[in-house]
């Protein structure tokens, strides 16, 4: 399985950007097989669950950091996730990272599968 993201960039507080993730899995796995989050990390902060979505996309979950401003889909027959970040704030500064396999079921525990990350930096 292979993630690439997507979207990143240095954007001012209140703007927005939507993040990408493209879902590459050889002839033995399926993009559809897969719950699929983002994750995110700040400079000496461990890394932290932002938004799930389940394989169908019927089901979503979200941090309480960014309900309401932060929606996650899924376009399956693209093999792709995205993030829409909305009302951005300086706090929201992170790498951001695509994840495969998340346990959505059972305190949002990652999958094996990573991005590379996409940086994401919000002035004040």
């Known amino acids: 399985v292979q993630l690439v993201e997507s979207g990143g960039g240095l954007v001012e507080t209140g703007e927005s950007l939507r993040l990408s993730c493209i879902f590459s899995?050889?002839?033995?796995?399926?993009?559809?097989?897969?719950?699929m989050a983002w994750f995110r990390q700040a400079p000496g902060k461990a890394r932290e669950f932002v938004a799930g979505?389940?394989?169908?996309?019927?089901?979503?979950y979200f941090a309480d950091s960014v309900k309401g401003r932060f929606t996650i889909s899924r376009d399956n027959a693209k093999n792709t996730v995205f993030l829409r970040m909305n009302t951005l704030k300086p706090e929201d500064t992170s790498v951001y990272y695509c994840?495969?396999?998340?346990?959505?079921?059972?305190?949002?525990?990652?999958?094996?599968?990573w991005g590379q990350g996409t940086q994401v930096t919000v002035s004040s």
């Open positions: 979505i389940s394989q169908s996309g019927a089901d979503t």
């Open positions: 994840n495969a396999g998340v346990d959505l079921r059972h305190g949002f525990r990652a999958g094996i599968h």
């Open positions: 899995g050889g002839p033995f796995s399926d993009f559809t097989d897969y719950n």
